[in-house]
């Protein structure tokens, strides 16, 4: 049986906090889409996003100086430790414009890296405009670029501010400069805030009226409403935020997902302001929440479009695609009986992070695991660090790995995401691999150094355009898996910090790609196993063979340490047997504490793990799978 | 002669004899003085307490004399510390007291550790007429900077001093420890200090791998960045040592030591045998009835513990009994170069992924009966996996 509970049931409707009377009767109001403007904040990370958008909560009393914490639209702790914003809100502002009149100004939060092009693309589908936030001391960043490219291509209006004019260091001339080089327009188009002491902020809110078109839905046409973000709350389900475009929303309205034809009732509708308070009815251009009694955040989908099952839409809103993962890697307990309580873990996080997938995955090194995809590297890490930290797990992570297209000799294209799973070489004709369009901006003095690591890293059809006299832009097709590891850590330290980078999926091209294997005493090790550009397999090979003879313990015989293509050694080290493992003396005093000092030795062993007869320690796993480079 | 005429002379490392030992009645008895804490000693051991060599003796006396009946002794072994320190006269009425409590075989072999510093031959005579029979010196090396690195203030020159004033007293067995793998000692070095030593017609050989002991001040300065010693060094050392003494007439009977015919140390047989010992003074360990049990450490406690008269020293004690016996019957035998009776607990090694792959890569064999270390050297890879079989 199915209870339906409808929006007006306020007592019930505690999302995570009740709202309070005087909120929901202003949210209730009907609101004329001339009153709505719905913007978002384009910013690189650290250039204040956050503290702007806690200072228009403020001013605009959507939440009071008592409530007030930092930050307040960076909801989980890793956010707020790593300073990026990983899945998007969007906050009702209420403002009373220099013109006298009421208007609604609907915040919209993006992400603020490139693992989640795809959610912001998303929010910024949700808005008319947008404010592109450029810190006035480090100015314009790949990242912002990117993003600000994507709102003037979504037909954003986007309005250029500079933040922290406070700072000693800030450069307003210069900064304004890029801004215009990049958006046209002039000077006195660009606004100038500081978000740390609120100068220039009360004014920002008129100037988004101003500048900001309305939403331009049909109230009379069928319900179009995009789903631009959703999250999984463990009381009430998966909570969608969405934008209508066309028609009205009614909570208790019948409503159907049109790419995956799921049909739901719309148990509450409302408006985060920022407290959840349920409405009536969101009209078009309004922005708030949707809850449907899904349990499974997978059933809904980011970028899907919402209609009526009785009258539904023809068009369904344009955009939608299917979260893909980019980089894979294999995720495996260190304590085996641990793999149920991952797969539960896995099970958890998917609830609320449709992007991540996962099937089960087999080693001979390290055991029952999961092959993992995530939209990138920080994904990826934010997902390790959850499972160790929230569910406590102790893992090994295998080398992260892109998916490759194989070309088999009967003609058919074969997706592999392991290099386990690569075919031999006898029956593959050739190996695909995913590119992306790097973008990165650096001050010209830094473009040799950069060109030469994009060199490095196979870069191909390079162009340069100059933002400034002293900033450049440089484009390149790269392959992803040159990209998604430490490029951008060696960016950084050859530009002293200053570079900075944003990739998009540039589809596939054929590479001379070649699988290098590791074997320990002859057997080879599935979890250290690569498939690398042929030119770079030596340099893998070397690489890997040296850090696990570092890692590897010596024992009771020479153990080779070898890196293979197919059956011809690329790379070989030694770790030589052990000569002596013996206490000096055990005499009538000693017998308990030698004793007992073994007896623990021994319990140490037990953490290993057997490669055919060869020892090997966990944290070597841990160590010599480790991203970063030497 | 130290063994009597009707015993056979064996081997050091005849099975025959590490095996009969189980059966010998061995004393120890620790003199925890010294002048100076040497910088790798972890010891029970005091310095700056000269004044209580006497409230320590009566201590050890009465300890002695709370100890429940046993059988007579056939060995005694005293052991520090620094023994030699203490007026000889003192140390002859502790074996008095010994004598008197418990009885002493006539062959018993009554050793003392020795530091070749404060060595006279008047001690040595007057040791010697006390009943005493075996010396070992602390010589650690003959090299003047590796003595130095050790923290040793004796000169090579008063280590043959006292080796021949011994044998002047009439000493019938002499032994010499030594140390390798100091700081700068390379295997020329070594090799010099073993010639020297065996160059004295030594009966018994002690050679130990410097070992860094927590708590100690040689751990303190490896751990802040002075070189450790490597292992590898110390291979090629014990292996030097180990075909010098081959070569001058020593045989090796376990791990560390090196003896001629009928000079391997009883005390320490009886221990490796796991036969009951009964131990004595600070921080002395004792197997007696299926019980290991040991003093306390602190010398202050030692004392009032005694001095109080109703308590026994005793800080800890252990069973020793059923599967958890088995396996250190092996871990201690394992040691010696006669191995050790495999019994249930050597069919379950042979058993064992770990025994198999010990076998397979040389360590440890089974001989008919007995399991052996092949390779001394790796003999705790043996004694681990031992450690950890479980019961069958």
Same mark, same amino acid.
């Given at each position: 049986?199915v209870?339906?509970?409808?929006?007006?049931?306020?007592g019930?409707?505690?999302?995570?906090?009740?709202?309070s009377?005087?909120?929901?009767?202003?949210?209730?109001?009907?609101?004329?889409?001339?009153?709505?403007?719905?913007?978002?904040?384009?910013?690189?990370?650290?250039?204040?996003?956050?503290?702007?958008?806690?200072?228009?909560?403020?001013?605009?009393?959507?939440?009071?100086?008592?409530?007030?914490?930092?930050?307040?639209?960076?909801?989980?702790?890793?956010?707020?430790?790593?300073g990026?914003?990983?899945?998007?809100?969007?906050?009702?502002?209420?403002?009373?414009?220099?013109?006298?009149?009421?208007?609604?100004?609907?915040?919209?939060?993006?992400?603020?890296?490139?693992?989640f092009?795809?959610?912001?693309?998303?929010?910024?589908?949700?808005?008319?405009?947008a404010?592109?936030?450029?810190?006035?001391?480090?100015?314009?960043?790949?990242?912002?670029?990117?993003?600000?490219?994507?709102?003037?291509?979504?037909?954003?209006e =986007?309005?250029?501010?500079?933040?922290?004019?406070?700072?000693p260091?800030?450069?307003?001339?210069?900064?304004?400069?890029?801004?215009?080089g990049?958006?046209?327009?002039?000077?006195?188009?660009v606004?100038?805030?500081?978000?740390?002491t609120?100068?220039?902020?009360?004014?920002?809110?008129?100037?988004?009226?101003?500048?900001?078109?309305?939403p331009?839905?049909?109230?009379?046409? &069928?319900?179009?409403?995009?789903?631009?973000?959703?999250?999984?709350?463990?009381?009430?389900?998966?909570?969608?935020?969405?934008?209508?475009?066309?028609?009205?929303?009614?909570?208790?309205?019948?409503?159907? @997902?049109?790419?995956?034809?799921?049909?739901?009732?719309?148990?509450?509708?409302?408006v985060?302001?920022?407290?959840?308070?349920?409405?009536?009815?969101?009209?078009?251009?309004?922005?708030?929440?949707?809850?449907?009694?899904?349990?499974?955040?997978g059933?809904?989908? =980011?970028?899907?479009?919402?209609?009526?099952?009785?009258?539904?839409? #023809?068009?369904?809103?344009?955009?939608?695609?299917?979260?893909k993962?980019?980089?894979?890697?294999?995720?495996?307990p260190?304590?085996?009986?641990?793999?149920?309580?991952?797969?539960?873990?896995?099970?958890k996080l998917?609830?609320?992070?449709?992007?991540?997938?996962?099937?089960?995955?087999?080693s001979?090194?390290?055991?029952?695991g999961?092959?993992?995809?995530?939209?990138?590297?920080?994904?990826?890490?934010?997902?390790?660090?959850?499972?160790?930290?929230?569910?406590?797990?102790?893992?090994?992570?295998?080398?992260?790995?892109?998916?490759?297209?194989?070309?088999?000799?009967?003609g058919?294209?074969?997706?592999?995401?392991?290099?386990?799973?690569?075919?031999?070489?006898?029956?593959?004709?050739?190996?695909?691999?995913?590119?992306?369009?790097?973008?990165?901006?650096?001050?010209?003095?830094?473009i040799?150094?950069?060109?030469?690591?994009?060199?490095?890293?196979?870069?191909?059809?390079?162009?340069?355009?100059?933002?400034?006299?002293?900033?450049v832009e440089?484009?390149?097709?790269v392959p992803?898996?040159?990209?998604? @590891?430490?490029?951008?850590d060696?960016?950084?330290?050859?530009?002293?910090?200053?570079?900075?980078?944003?990739?998009?999926?540039?589809?596939?091209?054929?590479?001379?790609?070649?699988?290098?294997?590791?074997?320990?005493? #002859?057997v080879?090790?599935?979890?250290?196993?690569?498939?690398?550009?042929r030119?770079?397999?030596a340099?893998?090979?070397?690489?890997?063979?040296?850090?696990l003879?570092?890692?590897?313990?010596?024992?009771?015989?020479?153990?080779?340490?070898?890196?293979?293509?197919?059956?011809?050694?690329?790379?070989?080290?030694?770790?030589?047997?052990?000569?002596?493992?013996v206490?000096?003396?055990?005499?009538?005093?000693?017998v308990?504490?030698?004793?007992?000092?073994?007896?623990?030795?021994?319990e140490?062993?037990?953490?290993?793990?057997m490669?055919?007869?060869?020892?090997?320690?966990?944290?070597?796993?841990?160590?010599a799978?480790?991203?970063?480079?030497? | 002669?130290?063994?009597?005429?009707?015993?056979?002379?064996?081997?050091p490392?005849?099975?025959?004899?590490?095996?009969?030992?189980?059966?010998?009645a061995?004393?120890?008895?620790?003199?925890? @003085?010294?002048?100076?804490?040497?910088?790798?000693?972890?010891?029970?051991?005091?310095?700056?307490?000269?004044?209580?060599?006497?409230?320590?003796?009566?201590?050890?006396?009465?300890?002695?004399?709370?100890?429940?009946?046993?059988?007579?002794?056939?060995?005694?072994?005293?052991?520090?510390?620094?023994?030699?320190?203490?007026?000889?006269?003192?140390?002859?009425?502790?074996?008095?007291r010994?004598d008197?409590r418990?009885?002493?075989?006539?062959?018993?072999?009554?050793s003392?550790?020795?530091?070749?510093?404060?060595?006279?031959?008047a001690?040595?005579?007057?040791?010697?007429?006390?009943?005493?029979?075996?010396?070992?010196?602390g010589?650690?090396?003959?090299?003047?900077?590796?003595?130095?690195?050790l923290?040793?203030?004796?000169?090579?020159?008063?280590i043959e001093?006292?080796?021949?004033?011994?044998?002047?007293?009439?000493?019938?067995?002499?032994?010499?420890?030594?140390?390798?793998?100091?700081?700068?000692?390379?295997?020329?070095?070594?090799?010099s200090?073993v010639?020297?030593?065996?160059?004295?017609?030594?009966?018994?050989?002690?050679?130990?791998?410097?070992?860094?002991?927590p708590?100690?001040?040689?751990?303190?300065?490896?751990?802040?960045?002075?070189?450790?010693p490597?292992?590898?060094?110390?291979a090629?050392?014990?292996?030097?040592?180990?075909?010098?003494?081959?070569?001058?007439?020593?045989?090796?009977?376990?791990?560390?030591?090196?003896a001629?015919?009928?000079?391997?140390?009883?005390?320490?047989?009886?221990?490796?045998?796991?036969?009951?010992f009964?131990?004595?003074?600070?921080?002395?360990h004792?197997?007696?009835?299926?019980?290991?049990?040991?003093?306390?450490?602190? @010398?202050?406690?030692?004392?009032?513990?005694l001095?109080?008269?109703?308590?026994?020293?005793?800080?800890? #004690?252990e069973?020793?009994?059923?599967?958890?016996?088995?396996?250190?019957?092996?871990?201690?035998?394992?040691r010696?170069a006669?191995?050790?009776?495999?019994?249930?607990g050597?069919?379950?090694?042979?058993?064992?992924m770990?025994?198999?792959?010990?076998?397979?890569?040389?360590?440890?064999?089974?001989?008919?009966?007995?399991?052996?270390?092949?390779? &001394?050297?790796?003999?705790?890879?043996?004694?681990r996996?031992?450690?950890?079989?479980?019961?069958?």
């Amino acid at each position: 049986m199915v209870i339906i509970l409808w929006g007006s049931q306020i007592g019930t409707a505690d999302l995570r906090t009740l709202g309070s009377q005087m909120a929901h009767n202003l949210a209730a109001q009907m609101v004329e889409q001339s009153q709505i403007r719905n913007f978002c904040i384009i910013a690189h990370i650290d250039h204040g996003k956050s503290t702007l958008a806690d200072r228009l909560l403020e001013q605009t009393g959507a939440i009071s100086a008592r409530e007030m914490r930092e930050q307040v639209l960076d909801t989980m702790d890793l956010e707020r430790e790593r300073g990026i914003t990983i899945k998007a809100q969007a906050v009702r502002l209420h403002h009373r414009s220099g013109d006298g009149r009421a208007y609604v100004i609907n915040l919209i939060d993006t992400p603020g890296h490139v693992d989640f092009s795809y959610e912001v693309s998303r929010s910024l589908a949700a808005c008319e405009g947008a404010l592109l936030l450029a810190d006035a001391a480090q100015g314009v960043q790949a990242q912002t670029l990117a993003n600000a490219y994507l709102a003037v291509n979504a037909g954003l209006e =986007v309005i250029p501010a500079l933040n922290k004019i406070d700072l000693p260091a800030a450069d307003p001339d210069r900064v304004t400069q890029e801004l215009i080089g990049i958006l046209g327009g002039s000077a006195s188009e660009v606004l100038a805030l500081s978000a740390k002491t609120g100068e220039g902020v009360p004014a920002l809110l008129d100037e988004v009226v101003r500048r900001v078109p309305p939403p331009a839905g049909d109230r009379e046409a &069928p319900l179009r409403a995009l789903v631009f973000d959703s999250y999984y709350d463990s009381y009430r389900g998966v909570v969608c935020y969405v934008r209508v475009v066309d028609g009205s929303l009614l909570a208790g309205d019948q409503i159907r @997902f049109m790419a995956t034809s799921e049909s739901h009732t719309a148990d509450e509708v409302g408006v985060l302001t920022p407290k959840a308070v349920p409405v009536h009815e969101l009209g078009p251009g309004e922005v708030g929440y949707l809850i449907t009694g899904v349990k499974e955040i997978g059933r809904i989908k =980011v970028g899907d479009t919402i209609t009526h099952a009785r009258r539904p839409a #023809s068009q369904a809103l344009p955009g939608y695609a299917e979260p893909k993962p980019m980089v894979f890697s294999g995720l495996f307990p260190t304590d085996g009986d641990d793999f149920e309580r991952l797969r539960e873990a896995l099970e958890k996080l998917t609830l609320n992070d449709a992007s991540l997938q996962y099937e089960p995955e087999t080693s001979r090194a390290l055991g029952f695991g999961f092959r993992v995809g995530f939209l990138g590297l920080l994904h990826m890490e934010i997902i390790r660090e959850r499972l160790e930290r929230e569910y406590g797990l102790d893992l090994v992570a295998t080398a992260p790995s892109v998916a490759f297209r194989v070309h088999l000799n009967s003609g058919d294209l074969r997706e592999i995401r392991s290099p386990q799973d690569l075919p031999e070489p006898d029956y593959r004709t050739s190996i695909d691999e995913p590119y992306v369009q790097v973008m990165i901006i650096t001050p010209a003095e830094y473009i040799g150094s950069v060109m030469e690591l994009i060199q490095s890293r196979r870069g191909l059809e390079g162009s340069m355009h100059y933002l400034s006299p002293e900033r450049v832009e440089l484009t390149y097709q790269v392959p992803l898996s040159e990209v998604v @590891f430490d490029f951008f850590d060696l960016l950084k330290s050859r530009t002293k910090g200053y570079a900075s980078l944003d990739y998009e999926p540039s589809g596939y091209r054929p590479s001379d790609l070649v699988k290098v294997d590791v074997l320990l005493n #002859s057997v080879p090790v599935d979890a250290f196993s690569a498939i690398v550009h042929r030119d770079k397999a030596a340099a893998y090979g070397k690489l890997m063979t040296e850090r696990l003879r570092e890692l590897i313990p010596r024992q009771l015989f020479d153990i080779p340490i070898q890196a293979a293509i197919g059956g011809r050694i690329i790379a070989r080290e030694t770790v030589k047997a052990r000569r002596k493992d013996v206490l000096a003396k055990c005499y009538g005093g000693d017998v308990t504490r030698k004793r007992k000092l073994l007896e623990r030795q021994k319990e140490g062993k037990k953490r290993m793990k057997m490669v055919g007869s060869v020892e090997v320690p966990q944290e070597a796993f841990v160590a010599a799978l480790r991203v970063d480079a030497d | 002669m130290l063994l009597s005429e009707s015993t056979p002379i064996d081997w050091p490392d005849s099975p025959e004899l590490a095996d009969r030992a189980a059966a010998w009645a061995a004393a120890y008895i620790h003199i925890p @003085f010294c002048s100076r804490l040497c910088p790798y000693c972890d010891f029970a051991v005091v310095t700056g307490r000269d004044a209580d060599f006497d409230r320590y003796l009566d201590a050890l006396g009465a300890e002695i004399d709370s100890e429940p009946a046993w059988k007579q002794l056939d060995a005694v072994y005293f052991g520090g510390g620094t023994p030699s320190i203490i007026e000889p006269t003192l140390l002859a009425q502790v074996l008095e007291r010994l004598d008197k409590r418990f009885g002493l075989a006539t062959d018993a072999e009554i050793s003392l550790e020795a530091n070749p510093e404060d060595w006279t031959l008047a001690k040595a005579v007057t040791l010697r007429a006390a009943g005493f029979n075996r010396v070992s010196f602390g010589a650690q090396s003959f090299e003047q900077r590796t003595l130095i690195s050790l923290g040793r203030r004796h000169r090579p020159q008063q280590i043959e001093a006292a080796v021949l004033s011994a044998r002047e007293a009439g000493f019938s067995s002499v032994n010499l420890d030594l140390i390798y793998g100091s700081a700068g000692e390379d295997v020329a070095r070594w090799t010099s200090s073993v010639d020297q030593a065996l160059g004295l017609g030594l009966d018994h050989l002690s050679c130990y791998g410097l070992t860094v002991e927590p708590g100690t001040d040689l751990y303190r300065r490896i751990s802040e960045g002075a070189p450790a010693p490597d292992p590898d060094l110390q291979a090629d050392q014990w292996e030097r040592a180990n075909a010098l003494a081959t070569n001058a007439g020593l045989v090796r009977y376990e791990v560390s030591n090196w003896a001629r015919p009928g000079h391997p140390v009883r005390y320490n047989l009886a221990v490796w045998a796991q036969a009951d010992f009964l131990g004595f003074g600070l921080s002395a360990h004792r197997l007696r009835d299926g019980i290991r049990s040991h003093n306390f450490r602190r @010398f202050d406690t030692y004392l009032d513990a005694l001095a109080s008269g109703s308590a026994a020293p005793i800080a800890g #004690s252990e069973e020793v009994s059923g599967w958890d016996r088995e396996l250190e019957r092996l871990f201690l035998g394992l040691r010696r170069a006669a191995g050790v009776i495999s019994g249930a607990g050597g069919a379950a090694l042979a058993a064992s992924m770990d025994g198999k792959r010990l076998e397979e890569a040389g360590v440890i064999d089974f001989d008919r009966d007995r399991l052996r270390v092949r390779k &001394p050297l790796l003999t705790d890879a043996a004694s681990r996996a031992v450690l950890a079989l479980p019961p069958p």
